[in-house]
């Protein structure tokens, strides 16, 4: 049996549904928009788990869904050496949305990592503490300021609303997710120029260890090359 995982709401839902029936295979919730289980048509030997995206990487490593789909962010964020458990399968072609970095619009200095690695070593001498950046992506964040050498820095967790909390006052910058950038132009932030901190889309995965003959014949009936 071939249980995969599917995020359980929203346009992800949706769309990965759309994506699996382009393919001939038909997934649905087993009742009501509240009900969590799913029937899919069109294939044997596979079941449908609707899981939050956010759990989809920690069910796939552990082999509790043998495959899933989700946000290549969310792997990369939640898995530490995500290669040794996961494969990535097959990018979606939907779900698109840019890590980046922002900072208040009014910073007329701060255009690049440059500048805000500037700002930062000037910061703590200035405020007594270090410059804050509001996020959720903790691993990703810390991983690309080390790489570019920033250190003047401390994240401030948010798991939500992140772009909210400059005008707060609970942080200075933040890291979070954009795809309109819509709610980056409403809190009066800008993003730093230059490539994101990941481009992420909507990607299926497997677990390492279910890749056998019976997922080979369900990837192949999916037209997506065993990795
Ligand atoms: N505009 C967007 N807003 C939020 N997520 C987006 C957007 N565009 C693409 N995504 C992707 O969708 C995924 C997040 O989905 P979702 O918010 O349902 O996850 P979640 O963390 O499990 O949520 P929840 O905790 O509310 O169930 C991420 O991979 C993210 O990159
Ligand atoms: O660039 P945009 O199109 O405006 O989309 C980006 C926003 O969408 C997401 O938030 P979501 O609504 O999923 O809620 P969250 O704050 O709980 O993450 C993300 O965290 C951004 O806030």
């Not at 050496?81 to 979606?92: F, H, I, Q, T």
């Not at 700002?119 to 200035?126: E, G, L, T, V, Y």
């Amino acid at each position: 049996m071939i249980r995969l995982g599917v995020p359980s709401k929203g346009r992800l839902m949706e769309q990965c549904f759309d994506w699996f029936a382009t393919r001939g295979v038909r997934l649905s919730r087993a009742g009501s928009d509240r009900e969590y289980a799913g029937r899919v048509e069109g294939a044997e030997g596979v079941a449908l788990v609707l899981l939050s995206a956010g759990e989809i990487p920690r069910e796939l490593a552990a082999g509790r869904i043998e495959l899933g789909v989700t946000g290549t962010d969310l792997v990369r964020e939640k898995l530490a050496g995500w290669r040794s458990d996961l494969v990535e399968l097959a990018p979606m072609g939907f779900g698109h949305a840019d890590l980046i970095l922002a900072v208040p619009a009014c910073w007329r200095d701060c255009d690049d990592l440059d500048d805000f690695a500037a700002i930062a070593r000037d910061f703590r001498a200035a405020h007594g503490f270090r410059l804050r950046v509001a996020t959720k992506y903790h691993r990703l964040v810390r991983a690309w300021l080390a790489s570019h050498e920033v250190a003047d820095y401390q994240l401030v967790d948010s798991q939500g609303a992140t772009e909210g909390t400059v005008a707060n006052q609970t942080a200075e910058a933040i890291a979070d997710i954009t795809s309109s950038g819509a709610t980056l132009r409403a809190n009066n932030l800008k993003i730093l120029s230059g490539a994101p901190i990941l481009r992420s889309q909507a990607t299926l995965f497997a677990h390492r260890g279910a890749m056998g003959e019976e997922m080979a014949r369900f990837l192949a009936q999916l037209g997506v090359a065993a990795g």
